[in-house]
């Protein structure tokens, strides 16, 4: 059985800084590319940043700067360095582990975990 938990969430000023983790379990951790996505009231979905297997990342021009994202295959787990946030970082942030291989795509999400910046 797979799972995929956040934790990490929580209330943070502006100019703050905030760590998300994720575990997963149930999978073969490296070979997946791991991905941070968020989604605030009344808006779509969308990427944070990814990681490969291979260590390669991409960022959401929003983060770029600010956020970092790392993996620990050991722990298997995954993470989100946040700083200077702002109040449109405020979301939910969803932690997803991906992988394609043969035309068989393996996609599994976490619950979610609030993140919210306010004064």
């Known amino acids: 059985q797979v799972q995929v938990v956040e934790s990490g969430g929580g209330l943070v000023q502006p100019g703050g800084s905030m760590r998300l983790s994720c575990a997963a379990s149930?999978?073969?951790?490296?070979?997946?590319?791991l991905g941070w996505y968020r989604q605030a009231p009344g808006k779509q979905r969308e990427l944070v940043a990814h990681?490969?297997?291979?260590?390669?990342?991409v960022y959401a021009d929003s983060v770029k700067g600010r956020f970092t994202i790392s993996r620990d295959d050991v722990k298997n787990t995954v993470y989100l360095q946040m700083n200077s946030l702002k109040p449109e970082d405020t979301a939910v942030y969803y932690c997803?582990?991906?992988?394609?291989?043969?035309?068989?795509?393996?996609?599994?999400w976490g619950q979610g975990t609030q993140v919210t910046v306010s004064s």
């Open positions: 997803n582990a991906y992988r394609a291989l043969w035309r068989v795509e393996n996609d599994y």
């Open positions: 990681i490969t297997s291979g260590e390669s990342t």
């Open positions: 149930g999978i073969v951790f490296s070979l997946y590319r």
